[in-house]
T-cell receptor, first 114, second 116 residues
Framework: GDSVTQMEGPVTLSEEAFLTINCTYTATGYPSLFWYVQYPGEGLQLLLKATKADDKGSNKGFEATYRKETTSFHLEKGSVQVSDSAVYFCALIHGSGNTGKLIFGQGTTLQVKP | EPEVTQTPSHQVTQMGQEVILRCVPISNHLYFYWYRQILGQKVEFLVSFYNNEISEKSEIFDDQFSVERPDGSNFTLKIRSTKLEDSAMYFC??????????????FGPGTRLTVL
């Protein structure tokens, strides 16, 4: 079945460091891909998304490119801030005509130190 | 900005008791979902709901679980006889259009259920 795999956390970085969180997926067809973020004590918020191969999603300085050839959707940010400390979830929805079931990776905790 | 709300934020119950988790989705949304996250594990899909019926449910969503939209605003998840393994964070989500494409699901802050 469909699945999403993320790099193990926690990831600890100093402020202004470069961030990469790896995400790979297994799915038939052409899923849409998402990154959600969960700040402490809050729900899941959509960070960015991409719906087809080679699309780049971006928001708040974060970017991820839908790579069909490597089945990946890695999250990057050029310069992290303390306020980016959160749990990041990669997720997919499989193709069209389905009922909206999001399949999540296990989440990666990011800690940014001043 | 409209948001999904959930009540209560934390529910403690005894094993075997019934619990109802409540959600108020965003008002013009048509698709509703429940997910759960057991501590330290992945967020897992439970059920999707559209046009007053279940669209899809996972293996987790057995006969002990039910969902309902009792009025125009609330969306509830009922667990009839709770087990210890039902302890988890439960998230409600909603979306506007066909979720099979790229439509965004908006999540509530979650209800932490603790079964003793």
């Amino acid at each position: 079945g469909d699945s999403v795999t993320q790099m193990e956390g926690p990831v600890t970085l100093s402020e202004e460091a470069f961030l990469t969180i790896n995400c790979t997926y297994t799915a038939t067809g052409y899923p849409s891909l998402f990154w959600y973020v969960q700040y402490p004590g809050e729900g899941l918020q959509l960070l960015l998304k991409a719906t087809k191969a080679d699309d780049k999603g971006s928001n708040k300085g974060f970017e991820a490119t839908y790579r069909k050839e490597t089945t990946s959707f890695h999250l990057e940010k050029g310069s992290v801030q303390v306020s980016d400390s959160a749990v990041y979830f990669c997720a997919l929805i499989h193709g069209s005509g389905n009922t909206g079931k999001l399949i999540f990776g296990q989440g990666t905790t990011l800690q940014v130190k001043p | 900005e409209p948001e999904v709300t959930q009540t209560p934020s934390h529910q403690v119950t005894q094993m075997g008791q019934e619990v109802i988790l409540r959600c108020v989705p965003i008002s013009n949304h048509l698709y509703f979902y429940w997910y759960r996250q057991i501590l330290g594990q992945k967020v897992e899909f439970l059920v999707s709901f559209y046009n007053n019926e279940i669209s899809e449910k996972s293996e987790i969503f057995d006969d002990q679980f039910s969902v309902e939209r009792p009025d125009g605003s609330n969306f509830t998840l009922k667990i009839r006889s709770t087990k210890l393994e039902d302890s988890a964070m439960y998230f409600c989500a909603s979306s506007f259009r066909d979720p099979g494409g790229s439509d965004t699901q908006y999540f509530g802050p979650g209800t932490r259920l603790t079964v003793l």
